[in-house]
């Protein structure tokens, strides 16, 4: 098990795995994936655990639409009980956010990949590393625990004075809060710290792949926001332990207070979901165009502005919780100036497809989906950052929809694709791209049925979080429900995929798309070390002398 | 030079060092065992290690903003809370605290100089001077806790409103804090012994330390009790010839021992109500303790503020922000003693001295932050 790698160059479609060495038999038994120090390890058992985490929350959605196919006006002959009913939306929430989507790219592709992209060995500190993701692990424990005992009903957001008064474990919640956030803290600084010292010589900052940027700009946030969450939903644990009163009026308390502290993270909180996938789409776009990424600076830049924009406008969530009007006014201008480096990414990605050679494959697909879908979501959420609509769109369906086309239409679909994109590399097998691309369409046509209906829904009054509604909203829900079938089928479909290319796939050339950064000048899967020769650092982003070999179905670059 | 490690295709895992390290030399130079394998060199790992803890920093800091944002938030729309409840903050403790915490500060960054210039045994005795403040520190926090604790003066909903004749619990809450650092330190002298019997250099550089700190904690709770008693006592003395109270004084040290045993009987009740009284308003001022003489004329406190809703809020903030303080400690004398392990295996020199100087620089923040809560919490007038 010398961990000694001969660069695979050799074309072959067979079956050789037991000549070739690379990080998955690199040893084995339970404990060698247990105890591993290796990222790119710790990145498959994070994808495992997200994955399994999304699974969940899935099953959670998935009964709240089927719940709300019936107006339910009829508590008693209503599918869920009201109570169940809250359980159920809380649970959805709050496993997808801080189960799921905070940790996806960042600590699943983002682990894996960093360290590669980088050419070094490993991330600054690979026990930390294996810290933060037992930490994530024992987030779950806590999480899994609320749902066997009492459950939370209070909402992903914890809102005072009901998550004090509530009888449920909103302790063992909050709890399971502040250790994710631990681990995402960690994470992110694990990151920064990698990114700062570990770069090769020759890779200046605006010499790193925009994928690196955007998980930087992330790290930043990672680490400047969530200690503050971490004290906040703390005081909230004490609150109900001890009744200590900071939050709680009924002791001069201000439960406004918890929503800034909240929110003083959960929008920064909403960047570190979202600029992630904005790398994605960056690297998705260049490598399926062929073509060199436009505006690199500016996308760099832009991720970085959105990082410390984004700590300016928490207030835009609280318009209507009672603050000064001068202080609406101001959040809401910063709200608006904060989409602009959203837009100039938007912009740049459309500007590098243009006159490339865009390859329609099951990775390009969900990259065009997001823009697509973002792009809505982010200019509804235009909508609510404008006090005067925001008045009455506030707490309506209008807002889950936003916040599902950025997270779900956004986040979600560039994992999807960024996953597509970089599975040969990390599992060494090719899927079936027909069907992957199949598995996109059914995303997107079952996505944007969920959710187009429910900004109908919101313009017309139907409160978020409700168990029932006027008959009139039926068809619009049942539509909704409809289209969250298709999506899930559509989910599945993408697993199907993968799980299959497991089994039957072929074997992944080095570079199966032609990518220029330096994740594709090792091996597929990569060895234990990631490189046995230093790798040469050039433009992540110029292909020219990126060239096909028909021999291995892959990728190569000439030597100059 | 720097990415010649690229070429060393050697995994430098801890577990299969041994089994790889020969028969790979290409005369590049080679890991030695401070160095982790993925580092290309000292530089590289030393850097490495202080961007972190600094980034670890700022989020510590930002972990008590959040509680300085409650503070600011509450004392700027009560303000005369904070006036009132910070009278029942021991300042002379709290200052005997920041003193220690200041002393700390300059042992470990001796620590730090020691560890660079390979004074083994300096650094084990500075590491071990640390430890001990720390526990000094948490001696003293002890005393002062559980004496507000049995005054009723807790945080939010159980807070007891401070009345004429004063509320003194019965609960004796010292001696349950008392019984983990006992057995710590009876297992610290245990293993102390046993570094003697064996007559092992390395296991009593590490004993040594670790029992002195042990030794420390009750130093810290001694002295807090000497003055949290000793004002009291004084002043019972001038009410009272009671002879319970003149025995307590002149038996400081079972005092001591005896914790929370300042607790007056049932029958005492009206010594205890002095001892409440005066405890309003001896931060004040000295003079005042004779006036305090009559229970009925202490201040009795304002309604206004004495309650859950004002005063046991001022405590809430106080508890968390001290509490959360006082855990950090407790995270820090865990590292610094990791630390006396690896310096009494002289493990460090000038070229790996990372883990000194991170410690070092927690520990700092630590201390730092202490210096903002000592002025903002006791010392408001
Ligand atoms: C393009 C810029 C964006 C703007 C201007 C914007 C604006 C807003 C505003 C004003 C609200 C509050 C609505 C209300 O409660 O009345 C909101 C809610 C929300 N947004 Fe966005 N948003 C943007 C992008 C994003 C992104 C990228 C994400 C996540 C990936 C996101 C996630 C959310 C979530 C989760 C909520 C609802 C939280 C809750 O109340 O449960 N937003 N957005
Ligand atoms: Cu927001």
Redesign the interface.
């Known amino acids: 098990m010398?961990?000694?790698?001969t660069p695979i160059t050799a074309p072959t479609t067979t079956h050789d795995g037991a000549t070739e060495h690379h990080y998955l038999n690199h040893s084995s038994g339970f404990l060698s994936w247990a105890l591993t120090?290796d990222h790119k390890r710790i990145g498959m058992m994070y994808l495992a655990g997200i994955l399994f985490a999304f699974f969940l929350g899935g099953v959670f959605a998935l009964a709240i639409r089927i719940h709300l196919w019936n107006p339910n006006q009829d508590p008693d002959a209503a599918w869920l009980t009201n109570a169940t009913y809250n359980r159920v939306f809380t649970l959805h929430g709050a496993i997808m956010v801080f189960l799921f989507i905070i940790p996806s790219i960042p600590a699943a592709l983002g682990n894996f990949l960093l360290p590669i992209m980088l050419?070094?060995?490993?991330?600054?500190?690979?026990r930390?590393n294996l810290g933060s993701f037992y930490l994530w692990i024992t987030g779950l424990i806590f999480f899994a625990y609320t749902l066997f005992s009492t459950q939370i009903d209070t909402g992903w957001t914890f809102y005072t004075p009901y998550s004090i008064e509530a009888k449920s474990a909103v302790e063992a919640a909050t709890l399971g809060v502040f250790i994710l956030g631990f681990s995402s803290?960690f994470t992110g600084?694990?990151f920064?710290?990698?990114i700062?010292?570990?770069r090769?010589?020759g890779m200046s900052w605006f010499k790193m792949p925009l994928f690196l940027w955007a998980l930087y700009a992330t790290s930043i946030i990672q680490?400047?926001?969530?200690?503050?969450l971490?004290?906040?939903v703390?005081?909230l644990a004490?609150?109900r332990t001890?009744?200590?009163?900071?939050f709680?009026p009924?002791?001069?308390?201000?439960p406004v207070?918890f929503q800034h502290?909240f929110w003083f993270y959960s929008h920064p909180a909403v960047y570190i979901m979202i600029l992630p996938a904005m790398g994605i789409i960056s690297e998705l776009m260049s490598v399926h165009s062929h073509k060199g990424i436009f505006g690199y600076r500016m996308i760099a830049y832009s991720s970085i502005a959105i990082a410390l924009f984004g700590f300016l406008v928490w207030g835009h969530h609280m318009f209507t919780s009672g603050m000064a009007d001068v202080t609406t006014i101001v959040f809401s201008a910063l709200t608006f100036t904060v989409s602009i480096p959203s837009a100039i990414k938007v912009f740049n990605w459309l500007g590098t497809m243009y006159q490339g050679t865009v390859a329609l494959n099951t990775p390009m697909i969900y990259a065009l989906a997001f823009i697509f879908l973002f792009t809505i979501g982010g200019l509804t959420g235009l909508f609510l950052g404008a006090l005067a609509t925001d008045m009455h769109l506030h707490d309506t369906y209008f807002v889950v929809a936003h916040f599902h086309y950025v997270m779900m239409g956004g986040t979600l679909v560039a994992f999807l694709g960024g996953l597509f994109h970089w599975w040969p590399k990390m599992t060494g097998k090719m899927f079936n791209d027909p069907m992957g691309i199949v598995s996109a369409a059914i995303v997107f046509v079952g996505f944007n049925l969920t959710f187009l209906p429910q900004f109908v829904l919101g313009t017309r009054g139907m409160p978020r979080r409700y168990a029932s509604y006027v008959p009139e909203f039926q068809s619009l829900h049942q539509l909704s429900t409809v289209g969250a079938c298709i999506l899930g089928f559509g989910l599945l479909v993408a697993g199907l995929v993968l799980l299959h290319s497991l089994f039957y796939g072929k074997k992944a050339p080095m570079n199966p798309w032609g990518g220029a950064t330096l994740e594709w000048e090792c091996s597929s899967p990569p060895p234990?070390?990631n490189?046995?020769?230093?790798p040469a650092v050039g433009d992540p982003y110029d292909f020219a002398n990126v060239e096909y070999d028909g021999k291995t179905g892959g990728y190569y670059k000439k030597k100059k | 030079m720097g990415r010649c490690a690229f070429q060393d295709p050697i995994s430098e895992n801890m577990t299969e060092v041994a089994a790889h390290t020969d028969g790979h030399d290409h005369g590049h130079h080679d890991h030695p065992s401070w160095l982790a394998h993925h580092f290309d060199d000292a530089e590289q790992q030393f850097d490495s290690g202080k961007l972190g803890m600094w980034l670890f920093l700022v989020t510590e800091i930002l972990f008590f903003s959040g509680m300085f944002c409650a503070y600011v938030l509450y004392r700027n729309r009560n303000p005369e809370v904070f006036e009132f409840c910070s009278a029942f903050l021991n300042e002379k403790l709290g200052a005997i605290n920041t003193g220690v915490l200041l002393f700390s500060s300059l042992t470990m960054a001796w620590a730090v100089r020691a560890s660079q210039l390979k004074q083994h045994k300096l650094l084990v005795g500075m590491l071990g001077a640390t430890l001990g403040c720390a526990a000094i520190f948490l001696g003293v926090k002890s005393v002062e806790y559980t004496h507000k604790w049995s005054l009723g003066l807790l945080p939010g909903r159980m807070y007891v409103a401070q009345m004429e004749n004063g509320y003194h619990s019965d609960v004796d809450y010292l001696t349950p804090l008392c019984i983990a650092p006992a057995v710590l330190t009876v297992l610290f002298a245990l293993y102390y012994v046993y570094s003697l019997v064996i007559a092992s250099k390395f296991h009593q550089r590490v004993a040594g330390p670790l029992l002195v700190a042990g030794l420390c904690f009750f130093g810290g709770i001694y002295l807090g009790q000497f003055i949290e008693g000793g004002e009291h006592h004084g002043d019972s003395h001038g009410a009272h010839a009671d002879a319970g109270h003149g025995e307590h004084a002149s038996h400081d040290e079972e005092h001591a021992k005896e914790a929370g045993s300042e607790t007056p009987a049932p029958a005492e009740a009206s010594a205890a109500s002095s001892d409440t009284g005066v405890a309003l308003v001896s931060t004040s001022s000295g003079p005042l303790h004779d006036v305090a003489v009559d229970p009925k004329e202490a201040a009795i406190p304002n309604a206004e503020v004495n309650n859950q809703g004002m005063a046991g809020l001022f405590f809430s903030i106080y508890y968390c922000m001290t509490g959360v303080h006082a855990v950090h400690i407790i995270g820090g004398m865990l590292v610094i003693s990791w630390l006396i392990v690896k310096a009494a295996r002289e493990e460090f020199h000038s070229k790996y001295y990372g883990p000194v100087d991170n410690v070092g620089l927690y520990w700092h923040l630590v201390d730092f932050i202490w210096i903002y809560l000592f002025p903002l919490l006791y010392l408001i007038t």
């Open positions: 010398s961990a000694v790698t120090l050419g070094t060995k490993d991330v600054a500190f690979p930390l803290i600084l694990n920064i710290v990698t700062n010292t570990m090769p010589p680490v400047l926001a969530t200690p503050v971490g004290i906040t703390l005081l004490l609150e001890f009744g200590i009163g900071i709680d009924s002791l001069n308390g201000d207070t502290f234990h070390d490189f046995s020769h230093p």
